[in-house]
């Protein structure tokens, strides 16, 4: 009988941020693509285009004209999912199977740069700064807002997430209950936390860094890496070094630090096959809920779709969406290819 | 202070077969869309394709030339994300941050028709009955394997679900360990269970049947309805009336209703927006563990991915994937447009 191989058998890996595992076949990655194709991002824009709704200066579907802004400018949604309106609402128990609950919240939308051709990555890193300033300024005055329990920060890239306009902007919905996701990876933190006495990715962080495997890019503050349990393609995770909650209490150091890693990173996503690389990403820090939180460490969590090349993405179908995620290249592999790659962007080589 | 109306409030539903939540945000459906648009099924397919590698007679990439099989035909998957190898692991011990496993396990592909230009909404119910069975009896044997201790029976239909080739087929996997979902769900139906000794599914479907608002269509045997904690825009359930906890336990009248209400779902499907319409599906049910399962209700979970037309679909991106499902348009909703739409094929019409 043969040892298992991790390289080469299938097997599940563990996920302790969320309980729940993965499947990973690493012998598959050779198997043909005969599907969908994606389109290939349109990297011929300019810098202004008066039909953008978010360029400055234009006008948007319900009239707001745009500040002529000069750095990261941030609105509230047009068409939010939450609202803020106080609405009465009278619990008739705690039926199991019709449970419905009123969500109160604030959706805005963060624009990172007034140039409509840029993306993170080929945005100088002042610009970068001024974005995450940003964050940090969203996060603590919305996190203040009494009801406000949670700010979910998060950025759609490319049309194949959905993003409609590819003028460089993210997200922002913050609402009073924690989200589900969010919801459970708080609780496999308390528990570790409780358990050990330490972070869980603090604890986690500090083994990847002396096995290096898969570290992607790093610096004194920060480092980026592909999670042992990584479920997209090349799913990337930044954590910051130190223990550090929430992004409010960034030092301007880790401001800075933090600027470079997110340029850093992008370029090499962007040069993997050499196209405007397609992600959702999102921080997951602290509650805004008052409350105190060492079990939390800030991190940012990038997920995206592209597996082989510009055109073909990983589709989380079937088997994934009924009974567990699953991908074929191992987080090992994914890492070292990410790392190899140079953090000059291809289009200046 | 206006009243909490479920029909126009962004509010939270709690789906208590996974123990998570969605947003629902009803007022969201008006906003535009100037995203991605998805290219439409092309349906102009001949009867046999001598490209196809899932047609009679052809020969597949590994050489095996398929039987001129004239009904469901079943053959291992040729880039299977499981092996039946038998490899030797020594667990060193429960690391929280690296826990690997290997995974044993099976995996198949069922073609549904020889016709290459057929889909289930278009099959005769003969067909589509001698699909069900074959599902039957891989249940069977495929649990009766030693190992085996869960059979994923599922489907990805039309290129934007990951489906590489027209030809109607589903696939099933089959494992030693529960998926995570499946596990989730196990541990749900079954502490319901020991609460009130009960089936959760069966006391939900009564509910929901003498409500009447989110049923689509029903017969004797089943009903599908669109679950009141829907993650999808048009997701739907298949429920079986009686307490059944694996398809092998199907009377041979319960097979042709199944059978039945797949078709006149799937047609629904097809008249929603007069596409070829995209969905994963998947049946659970009680695993192949040798245990008795009596938490366990037969059911078939559709997620399809399609929101407004044949071309724009629901992204479930950003916030979905860092926070939490999200819905625009209510289960009701759903539920009243499938239940009023014909069962008669709109191509025969
Ligand atoms: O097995 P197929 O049809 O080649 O592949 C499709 O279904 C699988 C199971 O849901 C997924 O893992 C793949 O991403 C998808 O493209
Ligand atoms: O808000 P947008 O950019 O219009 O919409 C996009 O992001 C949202 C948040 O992840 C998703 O709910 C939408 O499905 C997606 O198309």
Redesign the pocket.
């Given at each position: 009988m043969r040892n298992f191989d991790i390289n080469e058998d299938p097997h599940r890996r563990y996920n302790p941020l969320i309980n729940e595992w993965v499947l990973v076949s690493p012998h598959r990655a050779k198997?043909p693509w005969q599907?969908q194709k994606e389109a290939v991002a349109n990297d011929d824009r300019p810098e202004y285009d008066p039909e953008c709704y978010l360029c400055p200066g234009n006008t948007r579907a319900n009239g707001v004209t745009n500040e002529n802004y000069t750095s990261a400018f941030v609105f509230e949604n047009d068409f939010a999912a939450l609202k803020q309106e106080e609405i009465n609402f009278v619990d008739n128990g705690s039926d199991t199977f019709f449970k419905a609950r009123p969500e109160k919240g604030i959706s805005k939308v963060v624009c990172f740069s007034p140039k409509h051709n840029l993306t993170l990555p080929e945005m100088d890193l002042n610009t970068i700064e001024d974005v995450v300033k940003t964050w940090q300024k969203e996060y603590v005055e919305l996190g203040a807002i009494d009801y406000i329990n949670h700010v979910q920060i998060f950025e759609n890239k490319g049309s194949v997430m959905g993003c409609s306009n590819p003028h460089p902007h993210g997200q922002i919905w913050a609402q009073s209950s924690l989200p589900t996701q969010v919801e459970k990876t708080q609780n496999n933190l308390q528990e570790y936390y409780k358990k050990h006495g330490s972070n869980l990715l603090v604890d986690y962080l500090q083994k990847e860094l002396a096995l290096g495997e898969r570290i992607v890019v790093e610096n004194d503050h920060f480092a980026a890496l592909v999670p042992f349990w990584a479920v997209w393609p090349f799913e990337t995770m930044i954590i910051s070094k130190r223990h550090v909650t929430k992004i409010s209490d960034f030092t301007e150091d880790e401001v800075a630090a933090f600027a470079v890693i997110l340029k850093k990173l992008t370029i090499k996503y962007d040069n993997l096959f050499e196209t405007s690389f397609p992600y959702s990403s999102g921080i997951h820090q602290a509650p805004t809920d008052g409350l105190d939180h060492p079990e939390w460490q800030f991190h940012m969590h990038f997920y995206p779709p592209l597996l082989r090349s510009a055109t073909v993405k990983?589709?989380?179908?079937?088997?994934?969406?009924m009974g567990e995620s699953?991908r074929d290249i191992t987080a090992e592999k994914s890492a070292q290819m990410l790392r190899d790659l140079s953090d000059v962007h291809y289009k200046i080589k």
């Open positions: 198997r599907g990983k589709f989380m179908v079937g088997y994934e969406m699953q």
